[in-house]
């Protein structure tokens, strides 16, 4: 068995050599015969193997179940269609330098206009109108809408695999078979759109060909050959006139081809049985073509004999086909009837699962496919799963799963970002582009297309590849589209983390702590605290990007300090104090001097003096007028500090700063306020100045 196998391999080797060998030769016999003189009895078998193809590319076209079982059929118009130019430069010269271009030349010129020049010329110019104006018309038109309508069809068809692809209609196998088909037939199409003009320029030059025949055999005929102008149009007029039609006619078959494969689309069925059924595959047509037909035969003087018999002829089908499309009707109740039988003891549709909402959702326009599609290259999927390790790393939490999707009804290059199935943020790339940002210090301008960045609201421009190495040369930052969308997904998630950690986060995080710490998880909860207030906790860190990956220290804190309070923010205070050395590693990292705004006692005071305690918590009774002023001299302290090039970082005492955070964090989300027991002793404070109002 493994010798036959391996006979089986060998053979299969050979014969794709085989067939590349064919190929080549064809194409290579084309470049030779327009360059070297070739003799008739030659052009004779080659003007054979031109006509056999073009009927072998025509049957093959109507026989194929879909158009996809001859992908190949562009990259074949182009090899005929230069093999029949070739012949025609091969037979023009034959013609103009000897008049005997051979015997198939010979034989159409004569036989198709019956021995007369006149009608040879009809039939050639019937012909010629018929490929231009009809087949070959038509063919280029159907070619571009199909193209376009693949195209425009291909975001509907990737969603209704996704579609089915998660209700477990199909797996993934077969949802990547489809997605190859889909990807196949927008090429296919696209190339043919461009493959037809290749029979146009064809026919075209056919015409021209001839006309050069005809001018140039009559000047060669009474220059040359010393003949009189009716011998010599006589004799290479018929000449030009079979020249032409062994040309015209394989070019036509291909013609015929091309309109056939297109106007195909892509039904998977036999094209003649379709094509009977849809013909004459209603019996009321039959009955009445077949009337019609029997009374032109009676009542006009039309042969009786013909048109009567033809009439009862569709008369016979139209009632055979009745009486089988009844026989399949009375089946089709049956199942029907059955089906529903079947349909009363199955259970109740189960539609819990439309209920649920995915916590991360990125929607795109079908221009960004690609970006996500590994098949062509794209590594958004990559990027997604780093940005999930780099949150987990960064603030120590996990990050749901994050769904994309496409999304016909977004513009083509428009993408969205969904948290618990509601939009936050959206923006826009332009493919094959890259976002130029002059960080400030770039040394010329550069041209592109204005915009803004959607992560930070950056100025930037858009721009080309090939002005890419020149603006990294002047010192933009260069960002690729991919990149992009990760950025901006990245501070999306990051922004929202707080509520996207869920009770079931929580337990999964205190289960791995106990597997290497469980005496401290079990004196925590449940006895101390529960499962929802450790997540308040947790989500008050996260809420102010600090990390929660050192989950012991803040266990332990928590643990300390829940014997004398359960008040969530109080006890956030109390961690935060815990993590003080990450705090100021986060926001003063190599630095010897903590530069920070600080706030006027007095307003310290005042804020503590209006903070009055209830069972839901703490809250602040300043009037709104004096919030306005806390506020606006904020934000005046942040612009001083941004000028200076510093970040804007608040320090005040540890009682105050949830308080005046709270305050400030629906105007000013990227402030940094911090107390004083969250900086590390090691660390030198210089306030840049005072906050008051």
Not at 124 to 142: D, H, P, T, W
Not at 300 to 318: E, K, N, R, S
Not at 644 to 661: D, E
Request: charged content about 20%.
């Amino acid at each position: 068995m493994a010798e036959a196998a391996a006979k089986k391999r060998t053979g299969n080797r050979l014969l794709a050599m085989g067939g590349d060998l064919v190929v080549a030769v064809y194409v290579l016999a084309a470049f030779i015969m327009m360059i070297v003189p070739i003799p008739s009895w030659l052009l004779d078998i080659l003007l054979a193997v031109n006509m056999a193809v073009a009927f072998s590319v025509m049957f093959s076209s109507m026989f194929s179940r879909e158009p996809l079982d001859m992908s190949n059929f562009p990259t074949l118009l182009l090899f005929t269609t230069l093999f029949r130019i070739s012949l025609n430069i091969s037979s023009t010269r034959l013609i103009l330098t000897t008049g005997s271009p051979g015997n198939v030349v010979e034989t159409f010129g004569q036989f198709v206009g019956g021995g007369d020049l006149v009608m040879g010329i009809i039939v050639y110019a019937i012909l010629l109108i018929v490929q231009f104006m009809v087949i070959n018309k038509g063919s280029e038109r159907v070619a571009e809408v199909t193209a376009r309508f693949t195209l425009d069809a291909m975001p509907g068809k990737q969603m209704a695999i996704d579609a089915d692809l998660n209700t477990g209609t199909i797996d993934d196998k077969e949802a990547k078979r489809r997605r190859d088909k889909i990807q196949q037939e927008s090429s296919f199409f696209g190339a043919m759109d461009g493959a037809v003009k290749y029979v146009k320029g064809d026919a075209t030059a056919g015409l021209l060909i001839s006309a050069v025949n005809i001018i140039g055999g009559i000047a060669m005929g009474m220059v040359r050959m010393n003949m009189e102008f009716s011998e010599a149009l006589d004799t290479y007029v018929v000449l030009t006139i079979g020249d032409g039609l062994v040309s015209a006619i394989p070019s036509l078959l291909i013609s015929l081809s091309t309109g056939i494969l297109v106007t195909k689309g892509s039904k998977e069925a036999d094209f003649g049985n379709v094509l009977l059924k849809q013909l004459f595959g209603l019996p009321k047509a039959m009955y009445i073509v077949g009337a019609v037909l029997c009374l032109l035969g009676i009542i006009t003087p039309l042969q009786i004999f013909i048109f009567v018999p033809l009439g009862a002829l569709f008369i016979y089908f139209g009632r055979r086909m009745d009486t089988e499309m009844k026989i399949a009707k009375v089946e089709e109740s049956v199942e029907k009837e059955e089906a529903a039988e079947a349909e009363e003891i199955r259970k109740p549709e189960n539609v819990t699962s439309l209920l649920s909402v995915d916590p991360i959702e990125l929607e795109f326009g079908y221009g960004i496919i690609p970006l996500a599609d590994v098949n062509q290259g794209g590594d958004l999927l990559d990027r997604v799963v780093m940005i999930r390790r780099q949150i987990a790393l960064e603030l120590g939490t996990v990050v749901p799963i994050i769904r994309l999707r496409d999304n016909i009804q977004l513009n083509p290059n428009q993408y969205i970002i969904k948290i618990k199935g509601i939009q936050c943020s959206e923006g826009e790339i332009l493919f094959d582009h890259y976002l130029a940002m002059n960080p400030g210090n770039a040394e010329e301008e550069i041209t592109g297309i204005p915009t803004i960045e959607p992560s930070f609201k950056l100025p930037a421009l858009w721009i080309t590849e090939g002005q890419r190495e020149r603006a990294e040369s002047f010192g933009y930052t260069v960002v690729d589209p991919p990149s992009i969308i990760a950025t901006h997904l990245t501070e999306i998630i990051k922004e929202h983390i707080a509520e996207l950690l869920t009770r079931q986060d929580v337990q999964g995080l205190v289960d791995n702590l106990k597997e290497s710490n469980p005496a401290i998880v079990d004196e925590l909860t449940p006895k101390l605290l529960g499962l929802g207030e450790i997540q308040k906790v947790l989500q008050n860190l996260l809420a102010e990007g600090i990390s929660i990956r050192d989950l012991l220290t803040i266990f332990e804190a928590l643990a300390d300090r829940a014997v004398s309070t359960r008040d969530t923010d109080l006890l956030t205070e109390y961690v935060r104090q815990a993590l003080k050395r990450a705090i100021s590693n986060k926001y003063f990292a190599g630095e010897d001097t903590a530069q920070v705004m600080t706030l006027d006692p007095a307003l310290e005071q005042e804020i503590m003096g209006s903070v009055k305690q209830s069972e839901q918590g703490a809250y602040i009774t300043l009037p709104p007028e004096r919030i306005r002023a806390i506020i606006d001299s904020t934000g005046e302290a942040i612009s001083k500090m941004e000028e200076t090039g510093h970040n804007a970082i608040v320090l005040t005492a540890p009682v105050v700063r949830m308080y005046y955070k709270k305050i400030t964090e629906d105007y000013y989300k990227d402030l940094a306020v911090l107390s004083y027991n969250e900086v590390e002793s090691e660390l030198k404070l210089q306030s840049l100045g005072m906050i008051s109002a």
